[in-house]
């Protein structure tokens, strides 16, 4: 009987994706490992392969398609014997979404298709309304429903078959947003006879107030939708607090440039943020209690410190994750990192490699700012923002006035991991790390 090749789930949060590219057509023979196409998620694009041998009968899903749903059959597979005037004859009934977590790949470079007998069962989120008429929707879907008060009788599913998907429920959700704001708009003007700008609403809403000037229209991509939702929920949900230090890199720079002529006939150079990275690691160990994060309704606190670090890439950011840097020489996270910088602008990082990290770096010194607040990552409990190091007039330690190399440190903690006293000890720690280079090596 014809096997549906289902939508593979790259990592454990993945609802949907873009089938970026078939790697296979319609009659080609296809064995067990043999990649099939390419998946896009929001953070990178993956290829996947065959689980079983056969011919590929029908490809469903065409190249470029967006918001593929997770388990949704993007093609058919002919077993021996069977011919493609068995393809139409093949169930058609949308598969129950799977756990995501039980669909991932365990491959850490790729993912395999979930290929599996059609699927016969109803979709698992599914009730009857009020009216008798039976809603289906992803259980992600119907649980955003429940708490952003959406109707699920009143939409329509974009999903595979009409299925709501949580692109559905956000839609209705600004919708929603938006016409409380113009009904509290119109409100304020019948009282005061004008209107200011809506601090949040639709597109509907929002271009009208710009009908008149000249502007570009740019749609969002996955990658961007993903992180103004994020970053939205990290500030809406997070509470932050800053703690900032300046920290004397002349030591630092001096180190750094005998160490990088003695490692150039290894190919190898470090930069000052293979030393932050050093550094934090370091720290983390040092103060245990702050290598923790948020867990819902518990802390949970680590013994490998594994940082993330921040890389601007086209259209957005994305924050591989360097494990057990603590245990790392310099040169080895400066190779590794440069690996990660690398594979991760050309979108081709496995998810295990930019998912997970206690503690987050971001650095846009390079980039020539003096300082900033960066904004955690959830569910990390605290990110540092390092800016540019530059010579400044200070006084020193027997109280004359000198010129050093400062670099200014703040760190964003999340108060319901870190506290005060505990966050600053933890940013004394890697301030201490940075101005004593040497003893990171001890």
């Not at 704001?181 to 004008?194: E, H, I, K, L, R």
């Not at 809506?198 to 990658?223: C, G, H, V, W």
């Not at 940082?307 to 601007?312: L, S, Y």
Request: proline share 5%; aromatic share 4%; glycine share 6%.
């Amino acid at each position: 009987m014809p096997i549906e090749i289902l939508m593979p789930a790259l990592s454990p949060t993945m609802e949907e994706g873009t089938l970026a590219k078939w790697l296979v057509k319609e009659g080609d023979a296809v064995a067990s490992g043999d990649l099939l196409a390419e998946i896009e998620t929001d953070k990178a694009t993956m290829e996947f392969e065959a689980v079983d041998e056969g011919i590929i009968g029908k490809l469903l899903v065409a190249e470029g398609t967006e918001n593929v749903a997770v388990n949704s059959a993007i093609a058919v597979l002919l077993e021996d014997g069977e011919s493609s005037s068995e393809v139409d004859a093949a169930p058609s009934a949308p598969a129950s979404p799977a756990p995501a977590a039980e669909a991932a790949t365990s491959s850490p470079a790729k993912s395999a298709t979930l290929a599996s007998s059609p699927a016969s069962a109803p979709p698992a989120a599914a009730d009857k309304a009020a009216e008798g008429v039976r809603i289906f929707a992803t259980p992600l879907a119907r649980k955003l429903a429940a708490q952003n008060n959406v109707d699920l009788t009143r939409l329509s599913g974009s999903g595979p078959r009409g299925r709501i998907v949580k692109a559905d429920i956000e839609a209705a959700g600004s919708a929603v947003s938006a016409d409380r704001t113009v009904a509290s708009m119109a409100s304020a003007a019948s009282t005061s006879g004008a209107a200011s700008a809506p601090q949040s609403a639709n597109f509907e809403t929002i271009s009208k107030l710009y009908a008149e000037r000249a502007y570009e229209e740019i749609s969002l991509d996955r990658m961007r939708k993903t992180i103004a939702a994020r970053l939205t929920e990290a500030k809406q949900t997070v509470p932050h607090f800053y703690l900032r230090r300046d920290v004397m890199l002349d030591n630092l720079l001096g180190f750094r440039g005998e160490m990088n002529a003695a490692l150039a006939e290894r190919d190898v150079k470090l930069s000052v943020n293979d030393f932050v990275i050093k550094a934090c690691a370091l720290a983390l160990t040092t103060v245990p209690t702050a290598n923790a994060i948020w867990a819902g309704d518990r802390i949970l606190q680590f013994t490998p410190a594994d940082i993330a670090v921040a890389v601007a890439i086209d259209g957005g950011l994305i924050t591989p994750v360097l494990k057990d840097a603590d245990q790392k020489s310099l040169s080895v996270l400066s190779t590794e990192m440069k690996d990660l910088a690398t594979r991760a602008k050309g979108r081709k990082l496995a998810p295990d490699e930019y998912q997970g990290g206690s503690f987050a770096i971001s650095n846009l010194g390079m980039f020539g700012i003096d300082n900033f607040d960066a904004v955690i990552n959830p569910p990390h409990g605290a990110i540092l923002a390092v800016g540019a190091g530059k010579k400044k007039p200070v006084v020193t330690a027997s109280g004359e006035l000198g010129v050093a190399t400062v670099m200014s440190l703040t760190l964003s903690v999340d108060h319901r991991v870190i506290d005060g006293a505990l966050g600053a000890e933890l940013l004394n720690v890697i301030v201490k790390n940075l101005e004593n280079p040497m003893a990171m090596l001890a």
